[in-house]
């Protein structure tokens, strides 16, 4: 992995970042109340089309195609792009969570808690959540004063959680649209994270492969050996991790 300048003065909020993406399974934010289901486009669950471009994540256990979302996160996508052509995510290393299910590239030290960048501005839209296979950035905040997320190097992919009673019931208690509990239902996820960080990608295929990765955390760490881009063709899976249903 080539390095890169970052910002070591952000190493406290950094970790403080972490350990949230660690140990906070619950704790819904506020961010989605008062959103009128009128103005949500989950652009997650339509059809990939022939010749849109995805991006292949390599690993040690197999490789994984992403969608992104450029119309919806231009400045988060054009960061990872430029990462990706620098090379920076060869031989990077994973981090797992099995609580969360979870799996976190980019960062430059071994808890996760560090990452690289320039520190892009949170692009948050109510048209991407963290559903099942959703592919967000990951950061910090700016201050105690400006409690902003800046992304960085790092980003996270979710596996295939399903939705708990309890999940629902904190959805429903902060005024979650229906439409968006009605998709959380079906497809799992991850609500916690909404508003803070940004969804800038969506797995098309290698669902297993995230799902193995995140079962358990290896005695050995995975690896991404690259990260390349190229076209989505109709042969290729139909998106796997929208086609998870609770209870299937």
Not at 34 to 39: I, N, V
Not at 75 to 104: C, H, W
Request: aromatic share 12%.
């Amino acid at each position: 992995m080539k390095k890169r300048p970052y910002f070591r003065s952000a190493w406290r909020a950094a970790a403080a970042m972490a350990a949230c993406m660690i140990f906070c399974a619950g704790c819904l934010p506020s961010s989605a109340t008062g959103l009128s289901e009128e103005d949500i486009h989950f652009y997650q669950l339509d059809p990939v089309e022939t010749g849109a471009e995805v991006a292949v994540i390599e690993t040690t256990a197999g490789a994984i195609r992403i969608v992104l979302f450029p119309d919806q996160a231009p400045n988060t996508v054009a960061y990872f792009r430029q990462l990706v052509e620098e090379g920076f995510y060869e031989d990077n290393s994973l981090i797992i969570n099995p609580t969360n299910k979870t799996m976190t590239a980019g960062a430059v030290d071994e808890l996760g808690a560090q990452g690289e960048g320039e520190g892009i501005p949170s692009e948050i839209t109510p048209n991407l959540w963290h559903f099942s296979g959703a592919v967000s950035a990951l950061g910090y905040e700016r201050s105690r004063l400006f409690p902003e997320t800046l992304s960085d190097s790092r980003f996270f992919i979710i596996g295939q959680v399903e939705a708990t009673t309890e999940m629902v019931r904190q959805m429903e208690e902060y005024r979650y649209p229906q439409k968006v509990i009605d998709a959380y239902k079906e497809y799992g996820g991850l609500p916690q994270y909404t508003g803070s960080y940004t969804v800038f990608g969506q797995v098309v295929s290698g669902m297993d492969v995230v799902e193995q990765l995140v079962a358990e955390e290896p005695a050995d760490k995975p690896q991404i050996q690259r990260i390349y881009f190229s076209v989505y063709q109709e042969e290729e899976p139909e998106i796997e991790s929208t086609a998870f249903r609770q209870g299937a």
